[in-house]
């Protein structure tokens, strides 16, 4: 009687196929299938004239990936079966073809996935990297201008995203949509030593392909967001650094330290501002 309820048990639980003999196929990493994401239909933007744009304020702003609420984006900076970070994303689909990659935020200007490989190589021209001698035995041996590949993923820094905030008079409603991303490493991997840009994307070309890759939620593991959530529901935490101006400039080339916030604070104050004062009450 043992040995048939615990034969029952195993075939309701999945542990083996419908022959009786178990193939690796019958294995899932969970409870069940999960299925929302993988099926997950893109929520489009509507149409919009330019006609209907009575207003329009063009605005970059820096995620900065060191901050608590933006850690979703970072990690993990390893490869890992069961998640997988903002960047491992983008660049696993710039490799495969799927999304391209820029040398210049107007989008003119392609970067071959070959040269943004050439990127990950060392900063310090070398790195750690294991090899095997004459007899099979593994060792670790400090190697020159060897590539890293994960080089990138550790030191990926922060994202530059290129937005344009506009009035719809058509819908009576303030809206945002995100134009471009630019992604930021630090320089010979050290928070001091600076930033430097590595590539661009065309970010509604992006929605896609980040509507299908999962975000880890530390209160709830079966309500996870995608990656198109977040930046759809604006669920990240940034600081403008630019505003569209007649000279071109960015906010710390005239402002610095806690200046520099201010000005951030104020360009954004203005956004809102002007929604506010279209309507009385």
Known sequence: MK???VL???LSSGLFSQNGVFTPGDYKDGIYVKENAVNKRLVPYTYLREADVTWERR???RIDLREKRNHALYYPTEFLVSRTSFLQALTRNIMNGTLLAFKDEQFMELLDPKDLRAKWVAQDDSTDQELVDSSGNTYTQRVAGAIDS???YRNFSSIQV???WFFDREKSVLEVRIIGLEIYAY???KEDAGEFSQFFVYFPACRPVFAKYEVFNP?????RRTFEDIFWKRQFASQIVKESNVFDRTVDSYSKGIDALLESDRI??????FEHDLWQF
Do not use: A, P, T, Y
């Open 3 to 5: 040995k048939i309820l």
């Open 8 to 10: 029952f048990v195993l």
């Open 59 to 61: 605005v970059w702003r």
């Open 150 to 152: 994960l080089w990138l």
């Open 162 to 164: 290129k937005e344009d």
């Open 187 to 189: 320089k010979r991997g």
């Open 219 to 223: 209160k709830n593991d079966s309500e």
């Open 268 to 273: 954004k104050q203005d956004i809102f501002q």
